[in-house]
Every structure is written in C-alpha cells, then in structure tokens.
C-alpha cells in the first residue's frame, strides 16, 4: 500500500480519487476534523446566529485555499467551500439581524425607533412618536394610556428609556434610501445628508429661480451648463423682489417686537395651562390657567383643541387654540398687544405672533386666537404633558 494510500484512508472506502466526504472540512491535519465539529456547534447555536466554530472553519477553508503547497484541485475546491461557509455565515447573521428587527420594533408602529426609545414597567418597548401620541389620545378621551401590549398604565413617570435599546438600533443597518447602502443607523444620517453621490441635491442658483433637482453627482455637469447666470437684470429684478416681499414679512414681525420692547409698560409671567373638563353630556377637554396679575390687572387664560371638535382624537391634525380674558375692572379702556412663547424648561416650537386687543369692562375677553405651533406633533407633546407652561408677554399701549 503506497503512502498516498494510507494518507487517503485506502481501501474501497476511500471512495472517488479526490471526492470530499460530506460534512468533512477541507484542510490539512487537524483542521480536516474542524468542519463536523463546527456543524455540530453550528447546530446547536441554533438557526441564523453565526458562531465562533462556524467561523473559525470558514477561516480554515480559506487559509487552505490559499496554500501554495496544495494540489490545484484541492485549492479550488477549498476556495469554493470557503465561499460556500462565509455566504452560509452571512446568511445566518443576515437571519439574526431580521429576528433583532422584529424584537427591537416598536409595539405600536412597529417599526424600528428613530431616536428616543420607552418601556412600560412589562419591557414593551415604544418610539418616542408613539409614546406622545398614546399620552395624547389619552387625555383627549378622558382615560388613563395603556401599554398596546400588556395593557398596564403607562405615563412619563411610569415609562422610563431604554438606552441599550437606542444603542443596540442605531448599530443595526439600514439602507441608504438613495444608493441603496447598507449602513448603521447612527451614521446613515451623515451619510444621506453629506456623502451620499446619489442624494438629491439643488443648483446653487436656485435663488435666481433654478428648479433643477437631481443627484448629487450629476451637480457639477449640470451647474456647468445651468442658463441662470446668463440672466437679464430685467428677469432677476423679478425674482429679488419677491425674495424681498418675503425678507419684509419676516423683518416686519421683528421691528414690531423690538417696537414693543421700547414701550413704558411691559409685563410678562410663566403661565401653566392645566386641562378641565365640561359638563356637556360629551364632555370636551379644555385648559385654563389660574388667575395671575400683570400690569396691575388680574387676567386668566384659556385654550381648547381643535376649537372644540366633537373627537379631536379621531383627527390626524391637532391644533391649540387660545383666548386672554381680563377679570379685574378698568375705568378707562385697555389697549394691549400680547403674544405667548415657549416657557424656559420646554422644548416645543412657537414661531412668535403677536396679537393685539382693547379690553373694557363690555368687551374683557379676545376671540380666540392661534397657538402658533409648528406642527400636530408639537401639538402632541403638549396634550401629552401633565400641564402646558408657556411664557405670556404684555404691552399696554398707552396714547
């Protein structure tokens, strides 16, 4: 028996010259025993979690394949079962990350959070989106929020973050929706708004009226051979004073304001907006504020949603409205402008707008008016607050 022989295990059993045995890692000494052994732990780590024996044995096909002291036919079929054990790898964590997908997604949406993430006292998890919103739907419905899952009470002190859960989805990927990339969620977003070639982008004329919109690659050809610098004085005369009606608007809100600040008497004080309920037979929430004083008077404020709407919590677009009433009496007629802000500790958006009024003891309260809130959601995080604080301001005109 010649020693390839009794290398090759000889005999009829030996089977084909060449043939690989199933299960049988390719390799030289003991790394011919690390492919069963890495099944067998493969196995028993369970479907679609990739493990160190898996890997190591996809290590070891490759180290083989790369061996120069091996016969031709044995490095290419190394090669291809070294491809064969990283798809089978890529495969299984492809698995895992899908089954992470469906553990990690929120209960309502159930989709992957986007930034801040709350649990229930059960570990149901919830994106901070939905989190306002049920907090929301709740007060608007008079009801206590309830976990979608578990059904017990959930509120802001109940329901605290979860930061492994943020820091576990924001290592996940998720596809650039431009070049269809793979990338960790905690910098997908640089990617889409910085480097991405395919994200949409805008000539750098578009302020003299350029309309194209297209990817970022294409931005250099196209702004090469753009017809918008050519333009006459005449048509970009047109377009700048449009951009200046636009630059007034904004200008005149701040030389009001400014205007205001130099008047003899100005007042302004933290105001807590606290919801009531009436005593309708469909009882509708309200807020008011308690009594306060500014400017010697005494004044209360009010607010409802969506000017009072049968279900506003059937309604996609949620709006707060407001009115300032004058409880004290006044000799002479009051004129005044005010308008509210944020107060010092809250994070909603008020663009400023100042509304104006004269009060008498016949006509002591204003109609009501907008609370210019940016949006529904910011809208949402209001009604999901135990109280609303904002900031009033007051101006007496005085002639």
């Not at 890495?38 to 479907?47: R, S, T, W």
């Not at 578009?206 to 006459?232: D, N, Q, S, Y």
């Not at 005369?237 to 008047?263: A, V």
Request: net charge negative.
């Amino acid at each position: 028996m010649s020693g390839a022989e009794e290398a090759g295990g000889g005999g009829p059993a030996a089977g084909p010259a060449g043939a690989v045995p199933a299960g049988v890692g390719v390799g030289v000494g003991p790394g011919a025993a690390a492919g069963p052994a890495a099944a067998a732990l493969g196995e028993a780590a369970g479907p679609g979690i990739p493990d160190e024996a898996g890997l190591a044995g996809a290590r070891q096909l490759q180290e083989a394949a790369g061996d120069p002291d091996a016969p031709p036919k044995k490095r290419l079929r190394a090669a291809e079962a070294a491809e064969a054990a990283a798809a089978a790898v890529a495969a299984g964590s492809g698995k895992l990350e899908e089954r992470l997908y469906s553990v990690l997604c929120c209960t309502v949406c159930l989709d992957l959070p986007k930034a801040s993430v709350y649990q229930c006292t059960n570990g149901h998890l919830m994106c901070a989106g939905c989190f306002i919103h049920l907090l929301a739907d709740a007060r608007l419905k008079e009801e206590q929020a309830t976990c979608p899952n578990c059904r017990c009470e959930i509120s802001k002190s109940l329901c605290c973050r979860n930061l492994a859960v943020e820091k576990a989805v924001s290592e996940l990927p998720s596809e650039c929706g431009f070049c269809l990339r793979q990338f960790p969620r905690s910098l997908l977003e640089r990617h889409q708004k910085e480097e991405c070639q395919d994200r949409v982008t805008q000539c750098k004329y578009k302020r003299i009226g350029c309309p194209w919109h297209g990817p970022f690659h294409e931005l250099t050809v196209h702004e090469a051979a753009c017809a918008h610098p050519t333009k006459t004085g005449n048509e970009l005369m047109e377009i700048l004073d449009e951009m200046d009606q636009s630059h007034r608007k904004e200008m005149q809100l701040y030389n009001s304001i400014f205007s205001l600040l130099s008047f003899e008497k100005i007042g302004y004080t933290e105001v807590q907006f606290r919801p009531y309920r009436t005593d309708d037979f469909i009882t509708r929430l309200y807020y008011e504020t308690p009594r306060f004083t500014v400017l010697n008077q005494t004044w209360v404020l009010k607010a409802r949603v969506n000017d009072s709407e049968r279900n506003p919590n059937l309604s996609c677009k949620r709006t707060l409205s407001f009115q300032l009433l004058l409880k004290s009496k006044v000799t002479a007629p009051l004129e005044c402008s005010f308008l509210l802000l944020k107060g010092p500790y809250d994070d909603v958006r008020i663009s400023p707008v100042i509304y104006h009024f004269v009060f008498t003891n016949e006509s002591n309260e204003t109609d009501y008016v907008p609370l210019p809130i940016i949006d529904s959601v910011e809208c949402n995080k209001l009604l999901a607050a135990k109280n609303i604080n904002l900031r009033l301001f007051l101006f007496q005109i005085q002639k």
